[in-house]
DNA sequence: TATGAATGAGCCTTCATTCAT
DNA sequence: TATGAATGAAGGCTCATTCAT
């Protein structure tokens, strides 16, 4: 069975999940902490194993990033696939903006840690896809001959979304009226863009 | 005078300026790499001089960023003393908005590297008045008493202009043009904010 | 078995042992030159291992110090709590003397290395253990109602000891005979001092 | 004039005097935290002068901690001249007692200093000094052809007198009776020592 | 009689990584 | 599926010392 008991009656859960859960401590660590700042003892001594066993798990530090990233982002990349089938419509922006408000609240750490760490992450492997990412985002919601200021709505749409999960942290009300907030500035501005200011 | 031709021919400034370089050289590198990643090896190195030498300007590498932390953010702080005293109309807030993009504009590489490198400024001894900053900035710009989405607007009104600088960089239309656009989203999110949506 | 040939024919120790060699080698160096001209380059050197593999045994160069000290010094813990429980005898004091003059030469490069660098013990961790000991060994040979000067003759009792070892060094006799003679002296002190003088 | 008034109204001696000055910090400094842990620079910030201006006054490190040394122990190679002319009577070894406890007494902090950084001194150029003193101290005060056990009673003497000054600090006792005793107990050795045990 | 600026050597420590077991 | 032991590189920092001014 994957659980065992130890001395002091704590359960354990071993075999075959220790991949997920060194990505899981390593990722609040990166989110935490940073990248660089979080050191693979670290996560070791937090996981109760040797940083060798890591080594077995995953070839690299970077390794494990790349991992956690690839695993988390694919539903942008979906979003971004689907995207790029729909008609340009405003109902298409105003999806593609709700739809990446839920990505960004379903995998907030690693965004929280991608938002916080660009500088470390431009040097590493993830920077190209996150960049691409980034890219097929804007192919998907800017309308390359609109007004110029039509094409920064919909950047500021996708910065607004942002925003409102690592700036307002500190705002105080509820959360979820927050979101609604967020979103509700967001999907405006990508309508004021489509609709031509 | 306070020029000397070494050997190679290279002119070298010395005299009472080494300060000022090492902040020269020490934000290039920080923006172009990120702080950890930065050695103060490398600072010297590029600066021909050894690591001792600038043990003699700063008392630690932190003190290097922080020096050139407040030398820089001097504006902004005056602008949200100045924003304390206007009176809260749309004028005040869509100046606002102008000067803090101009400040934006002043210390680019600055504000480039603190974007870049929140989760390695967090813990520094900037990370506070970094917060505070932005707090103060806020606080003058926010009417606490407006609609939530009114309130993010506003948020996002500054977002739009920071996405101007870093994000928009690889866009290609002139830089003057991308300004001016950046800047007109940015006052007309404010301006829909005090008009109330 | 854990002993393997080197190229050059050296034999060389691994397995299991290295941390008792650590040991070893930097108390023979901390006595030799004291704490702080022994750096840990040269403890790794002389055990030709790199510094990082001192590190992978001790957590800092102090706790290779308190290491040595712990272990070594358990003989004086021992006969100061077996000094408690005894009748406060002249027998017991002779005792006492005896037995801290033979654990004095049983450690004795701990001990003189304690005596010559007391600066620095101060400092560190163990100068409170260091200190409650001799505290501990004053409490259980000094009659504190007695006149001061039998105090002082216990006291000199001890310090005695200590001469014998590290000052007499360059006497020329045997040093059995010394070791005798120092003996002697202290418990002549012991001796005078529970008798009144 | 030898004396300045500051800004702030406290009087400091300048001139001819700045020598002694460093001396005295250097001393107080090397005696409260090691010659090791004393930094040039430390030295220099309490009296308000930077790091060069020592090396005006002193060529080295260590050369300042010599010529405390020469100055403070002046007495002492004094004493051991007086004894090699006297007789080697009892009142002699006394009256050298005696004589050697005042120095000890007149020189505190130095003496403190040599005896908690023995592992220092033994490697800079007052080593040599030091032991040829103590040697010298031995010389008059021992008789070569005494029994071993008299021998060691006349260093024990010497010993209970530093055991005097910087074990005993913590006696809680009025320090004039605790030299007194201490005093006693070591003329007491010396005389046992003369009259053969 | 001092300072400002800098150096070269060295120190303790941490890290990602490796590999035999 | 992991560990124990070790490495090589690098990092930030401090120190005694020098020298032109």
Redesign the pocket.
């Known amino acids: 069975m994957d659980v065992t008991m130890d001395d002091d009656g704590t359960k354990q859960q071993?075999?075959?999940n220790?991949?997920q859960r060194i990505q899981d401590v390593a990722l609040e660590l990166f989110a935490e902490q940073g990248y660089?700042?979080?050191?693979?003892?670290?996560i070791?001594e937090r996981l109760?194993?040797?940083?060798?066993?890591?080594?077995?798990?995953f070839?690299?530090?970077?390794?494990i990033l790349v991992s956690i990233f690839q695993d988390l982002t694919q539903p942008i990349e979906d979003l971004i696939e689907w995207g790029r089938e729909q008609p340009h419509t405003l109902e298409t922006k105003q999806e593609i903006v709700r739809r990446y408000g839920q990505a960004l609240d379903d995998a907030a750490p690693l965004f929280r840690f991608m938002q916080e760490n660009q500088a470390t992450i431009r040097e590493l492997r993830i920077g190209e896809s996150f960049k691409s990412r980034m890219q097929g985002l804007r192919e998907i919601i800017i309308d390359p001959d609109a007004p110029l200021t039509d094409q920064v709505r919909c950047i500021s749409a996708l910065f607004t979304l942002h925003a409102g999960m690592f700036v307002l942290q500190d705002l105080e009300v509820d959360p979820e009226e927050k979101r609604a907030a967020v979103l509700e500035v967001a999907i405006d501005l990508v309508t004021q863009a489509h609709q031509g200011g």
Chains 1, 2, 3, 4 share one sequence.
């Open positions: 071993r075999r075959g220790t991949r660089d700042k979080t050191s693979l003892r670290e070791a109760d194993v040797t940083k060798a066993a890591l080594y077995y798990h070839k690299t530090k970077e390794e």
